[in-house]
């Protein structure tokens, strides 16, 4: 079995395993085509900024700098890691809520925008373009009503007490965002204060159910709000980012027994396919022009802020049988070097990921089968699946692995991250090498008091 023309029991040999593997020519692909989609569809300027949250691999991200993709980074790690590999500051915004100062500084002394989040960022923002001698450019990142979402369940919302509430109430409850008497606050700041440049308007609602008509029912609110923004202080956006939350059509996350259970509440929901890019963006740039229009507002440029669709099922993580525990009547359990600390997906999100025996395609089946990883946790990677008749040094590949990996991994028993392989074509470049025990515990100090033999 091959990722491009390397064959990964090659890869295991070389590089070991648990291993990442990245296919170079999927993930520029996710990226045009995600681009293509909304620019056929919006027929105007459209800027692709990759949330670097989903994936920390440098060189990934480099890959997508060559490809033109702008940049969303929350907090100073990630608008490192964004600007390490070549993106354009200028395409590339700090977002995130509670930004700290020093965050705020880097970013306008390297010219990247701000995505506002809250109105004592304003003052903050003007000091440091005063200290860098630049003109801050920001957008207002918006905290609509959006009633025509309340048609969706969402998930339980922490602000009350658990409750599973509708989709347009959870995002109203959650933190991001000025509500409008905010943002109108904000515009009569940014325009007192010369080094301020307000620009666009920002929202990111989510990826949730990944049907169509949940990312269209997003924009009235959105049109609302700037509308009300518009007539209240007589200022209006240059451009409108309509955020992340992009889903494939064979999403694993979506796939899953968990987003089943979620939309059950929804009449419409299973009855509707999940539609391909092409019609999701052919539908929200129409509803985007046509409430545009109404509202007598004209927005020349849309950015987007993917994440989980451009990598997502760029990468593959490779892992080896280690050991087979058959309890008749229980499960076969199939011990893997993989573990659900360092590729979270499917145990948190109750995800359905595909799942490959490498090079065993055509054997007979074995009954269902729990793969799990060597953690305390319960580590269930894969439950339930019929696999063929696994032994130790089989290789099983999962598939869809390039979202949220390291951002979400925990050291979890002390167990060291994989490394990431780059493949393109006939090669593999390590990417990332594979964490050691030594540094998980690089930052520890034993104070030399605690080695005297009994306390001081
Ligand atoms: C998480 C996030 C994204 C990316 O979301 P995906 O579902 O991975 O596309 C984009 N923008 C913001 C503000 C986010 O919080």
Sequence with gaps: MQVEQVDLAQLAEQFGTPLFVVSESRLRANYRRIRDAFAASWGGSVNVMFAIKTNYSLAVRRILSQEGAGGDAFGPGELMATLVAGTDPARTSLGGSGKATAAIHEAVARGVRITVDALDELPRIAAAARDSGRRAVLTLRSKPRLDELNDYRSVASPYRMGAEIPLGDWVWDNKWGLTLEEACEAVRLIEAAPELDARGVHSHVGRHYGYTPQYVAAVPGLVRWIAELRDQTGWAPAWVNLGGGWAMEDDPVLRGPGSQRLAGGHPEMWAHPRGPIEEIAGEVCAELRRRLAEANLDVPVIELEPGRYIVTDAVLLLSRVVSVKNQPGIARYINVDASVAHFPIPELQDAANPVVVVDRLAEPLDGATAIVGPSCFEDLLSWGRPLPVLEAGDLIA?????????????????????????????????????ETIQDIFNRDQIPERLWHTSPA
Aim: aromatic residues 6%.
């Design 398 to 434: 999962f598939l869809g692995a390039g979202a949220c990996a390291d951002s979400y991994s925990a050291t979890t028993n002390a167990i060291p991250r994989p490394a990431v392989v780059l493949v393109a074509d006939d090669r593999a470049d390590l990417i990332k090498r594979r």
